[in-house]
């Protein structure tokens, strides 16, 4: 692709993956979004359902706080029409005092009401953030491989990142806004009434003007700040994406057009963010202005109703007091609602994706091995991607336990899948692959992942030390039995090498180690595991010459008397093997031991074998 100026159009809608097809997978996301099926806020239901007690004791003290703030203006109307006269009268300050007194207790029990609130909501939604992040990243972790193939590490990071953020604003900030607004409101109009009835109704007469604009506001910032959402996560899965494959686009020159991209998919962002900010510079100034002129127009009536002496000075100040108390809250809406869309779309998507079911299912009753010995069986095994092709048309195939056999054959053949199919990453469409007789979908993934173990090419490293990389599969394993694997796979003089040996931390996925050393600590991994079958998918591949020598000379030992299948265009990997199967479009065309393919002089293992030999040369 060119990085010169693309279109307009192109420039708005990225053709490349990263952001194109993300964009759709938003898209789609949304259309599918369990909200209207109840699916946000049935998660939120759950999450507060252990909470109950806590949260009407929060009601109960927000209750309280209002009460205390709700009647310091009517204690201030108390004081000017029963409290200042007996001072003209006789200079008897005690009603006056008695009054100032009772203030300044609703006014302590205000402040440790609010101060018994923050802190207790605070907890309450740390807690509840504490186990929307667990379930997320458990659930993320149990869905297959087919999930994450379509679902972005930029997506799943803003699931984690943005979304719950949204909603920590939300339980932080918007709840307690919204209930303190509603009792104010509901209060306030309540108290007008009670004071004068006709000054009343004139200073509630703006209600329907603000029941419009509020309504008008709800419905514009709906789409508004979801709109927000969607365009930060794409921001965040093309500056994850980008960085993640920043020696890729280093070496295609990507820079330039990577940063095209970026600041549209920013720019979008940008005018998001601009779009909710105009209905926010909209509505609250439009509150403030009824505001104002309902406060002018009830001190001008007031005013003459006291002049009149239908009411008293007292009662209009009261008044002028609760009316700010009054329009303030609506400002308190709006911030509620900007966190609660925002709040709104994060919980449709993180519900989204709870809801979505693993492609490798638990048994629900499942069978426990009691012995394993390894071997494999595929009966009848049809698998497919999508429905378009089969991989593996129809596959019957047995691996003896203790039986080292090659999977070679062109790109495409279906030797990964058929390692992923034993692994169980996905299941056959039809058939079933069995480990000791037993089907895989009878045993957990816990006991299957005991047994069968896979080292693929990526061979990733996570941050820590090599010792922690090495036990990782056993975490309990003594610094001996890392050392022991270490050196059965050639391991040790390298590591040992290092500036703190075992203990040298591997940097972000291993960036410290070359790949044939990342290639070794991985195996090392592998082996400490001690699985009964052990699959290697192009695992030597990193390898230079020397370092493939060491672990070809470690796997003679280390994979005797255990099932092994080894994937590999290494033709030298192959000749540890005892059997090697030949695939072509997920059939096996070739099945026999790797001399005795070779000496029959014909076939396909015959003629990789003789280019080989001659790429050697």
Same mark, same amino acid.
């Given at each position: 692709?060119?990085?010169?100026?693309?279109?307009?159009?192109?420039?708005?809608?990225?053709?490349?993956?990263?952001?194109?097809?993300? /964009?759709?997978?938003?898209?789609?996301?949304?259309?599918?979004?369990?909200?209207?099926?109840?699916?946000?806020?049935?998660?939120?239901?759950?999450?507060?359902?252990?909470?109950?007690?806590?949260?009407?004791?929060?009601?109960?003290?927000?209750?309280?706080?209002?009460?205390?703030?709700?009647?310091?203006?009517?204690?201030?109307?108390?004081?000017?029409?029963?409290?200042?006269?007996?001072?003209?009268?006789?200079?008897?300050?005690?009603?006056?005092?008695?009054?100032?007194?009772?203030?300044?207790?609703?006014?302590?029990?205000?402040?440790?009401?609010?101060?018994?609130?923050?802190?207790?909501?605070?907890?309450?939604?740390?807690?509840?953030?504490?186990?929307?992040?667990?379930?997320?990243?458990?659930?993320?972790?149990?869905?297959?491989?087919?999930?994450?193939?379509?679902?972005?590490?930029?997506?799943?990071?803003?699931?984690?990142?943005?979304?719950?953020?949204?909603?920590?604003?939300?339980?932080?900030?918007?709840?307690?806004?919204?209930?303190?607004?509603? =009792?104010? =409101?509901?209060?306030?109009?309540?108290?007008?009434?009670?004071?004068?009835?006709?000054?009343?109704?004139?200073?509630?007469?703006?209600?329907?003007?603000?029941?419009?604009?509020?309504?008008?506001?709800?419905?514009?910032?709906?789409?508004?700040?979801?709109?927000?959402?969607?365009?930060?996560?794409?921001?965040?899965?093309?500056?994850?994406?980008?960085?993640?494959?920043?020696?890729?686009?280093?070496?295609?020159?990507?820079?330039?057009?990577?940063?095209?991209?970026? /600041? /549209?998919?920013?720019?979008?962002?940008?005018?998001?963010?601009?779009?909710?900010?105009?209905?926010?510079?909209?509505?609250?100034?439009?509150?403030?202005?009824?505001?104002?002129?309902?406060?002018?127009?009830?001190?001008?009536?007031?005013?003459?109703?006291?002049?009149?002496?239908?009411?008293?000075?007292?009662?209009?100040?009261?008044?002028?007091?609760?009316?700010?108390?009054?329009?303030?809250?609506?400002?308190?809406?709006?911030?509620?609602?900007?966190?609660?869309?925002?709040?709104?779309?994060?919980?449709?998507?993180?519900?989204?994706?709870?809801?979505?079911?693993?492609?490798?299912?638990?048994?629900?009753?499942?069978?426990?091995?009691?012995?394993?010995?390894?071997?494999?069986?595929?009966?009848?095994?049809?698998?497919?991607?999508?429905?378009?092709?089969?991989?593996?048309?129809?596959?019957?195939?047995?691996?003896?336990?203790?039986?080292?056999?090659?999977?070679?054959?062109?790109?495409?053949?279906?030797?990964?899948?058929?390692?992923?199919?034993?692994?169980?990453?996905?299941?056959?469409?039809?058939?079933?692959?069995?480990?000791?007789?037993?089907?895989?979908?009878?045993?957990?993934?816990?006991?299957?992942?005991?047994?069968?173990?896979?080292?693929?090419?990526?061979?990733?490293?996570?941050?820590?030390?090599?010792?922690?990389?090495?036990?990782?599969?056993?975490?309990?394993?003594?610094?001996?039995?890392?050392?022991?694997?270490?050196?059965?796979?050639?391991?040790?003089?390298?590591?040992?090498?290092?500036?703190?040996?075992?203990?040298?931390?591997?940097?972000?996925?291993?960036?410290?180690?070359?790949?044939g050393q990342r290639q070794l600590v991985a195996f090392a991994r592998a082996f400490l595991a001690d699985p009964a079958v052990l699959i290697l998918d192009e695992a030597t591949s990193s390898l230079d010459v020397p370092s493939e020598r060491l672990v070809q000379q470690a796997l003679r030992t280390v994979l005797a008397g255990r099932t092994a299948v080894i994937i590999a265009h290494r033709l030298s990997t192959v000749e540890i093997a005892d059997r090697v199967l030949v695939m072509e479009h997920g059939r096996i065309v070739e099945d026999g031991s790797p001399a005795d393919l070779i000496d029959s002089g014909e076939g396909r293992f015959s003629d990789l074998h003789d280019a080989w030999l001659e790429s050697l040369a």
């Open positions: 692709m060119s990085t010169g100026t693309a279109p307009q159009d192109e420039q708005r809608q990225p053709s490349w993956r990263g952001v194109a097809h993300v /964009d759709d997978d938003e898209a789609a996301e949304r259309e599918r979004s369990p909200r209207f099926a109840g699916g946000s806020g049935a998660l939120l239901r759950e999450l507060l359902a252990p909470y109950r007690k806590a949260i009407w004791i929060l009601i109960g003290v927000v209750l309280v706080e209002n009460a205390a703030r709700l009647s310091i203006p009517y204690l201030v109307k108390v004081g000017i029409d029963s409290g200042i006269p007996p001072i003209r009268a006789s200079d008897d300050l005690s009603p006056l005092t008695l009054i100032v007194g009772i203030v300044v207790v609703a006014a302590v029990v205000q402040a440790i009401a609010r101060n018994f609130f923050l802190v207790r909501s605070g907890l309450l939604g740390q807690n509840v953030l504490y186990e929307v992040r667990r379930r997320v990243f458990r659930h993320f972790q149990v869905l297959s491989p087919a999930f994450h193939d379509d679902y972005t590490s930029g997506r799943v990071i803003s699931r984690q990142t943005s979304d719950v953020d949204a909603i920590y604003e939300m339980l932080e900030t918007g709840f307690d806004g919204l209930v303190t607004a509603a =009792l104010t =409101l509901v209060g306030t109009a309540g108290l007008l009434l009670f004071l004068d009835v006709e000054l009343g109704l004139v200073a509630l007469a703006c209600g329907p003007f603000l029941f419009l604009i509020t309504n008008w506001f709800r419905k514009s910032s709906t789409t508004s700040y979801r709109n927000t959402r969607e365009k930060v996560a794409l921001v965040i899965v093309h500056f994850v994406e980008s960085m993640g494959g920043v020696q890729a686009v280093q070496a295609f020159r990507r820079e330039p057009r990577n940063q095209e991209i970026f /600041d /549209d998919v920013n720019d979008q962002y940008r005018r998001a963010n601009l779009h909710a900010f105009r209905l926010v510079a909209l509505f609250m100034p439009g509150i403030k202005l009824i505001g104002n002129i309902t406060i002018a127009v009830t001190l001008l009536y007031g005013g003459y109703l006291a002049y009149e002496g239908d009411v008293t000075v007292g009662v209009l100040a009261a008044f002028l007091l609760y009316l700010r108390q009054f329009f303030e809250p609506m400002m308190e809406i709006s911030q509620f609602y900007n966190t609660f869309q925002s709040a709104s779309a994060a919980l449709d998507k993180l519900a989204g994706v709870l809801r979505e079911e693993p492609g490798v299912p638990e048994p629900t009753e499942p069978r426990r091995l009691q012995e394993t010995h390894g071997g494999l069986e595929f009966d009848g095994v049809r698998f497919s991607y999508t429905d378009e092709r089969d991989v593996i048309p129809g596959l019957d195939l047995t691996i003896p336990a203790g039986q080292t056999i090659a999977l070679v054959g062109t790109t495409g053949a279906g030797k990964t899948t058929l390692a992923k199919l034993a692994t169980r990453f996905y299941d056959p469409v039809a058939g079933a692959v069995r480990l000791d007789g037993v089907n895989l979908r009878e045993l957990t993934a816990d006991d299957l992942r005991e047994r069968v173990v896979m080292v693929t090419q990526e061979n990733y490293l996570f941050s820590g030390t090599i010792a922690d990389n090495i036990r990782f599969g056993r975490p309990e394993a003594s610094f001996d039995d890392v050392e022991r694997a270490a050196k059965a796979l050639g391991a040790h003089d390298f590591i040992m090498a290092l500036p703190e040996g075992y203990d040298t931390d591997v940097a972000n996925r291993g960036g410290r180690l070359s790949a």
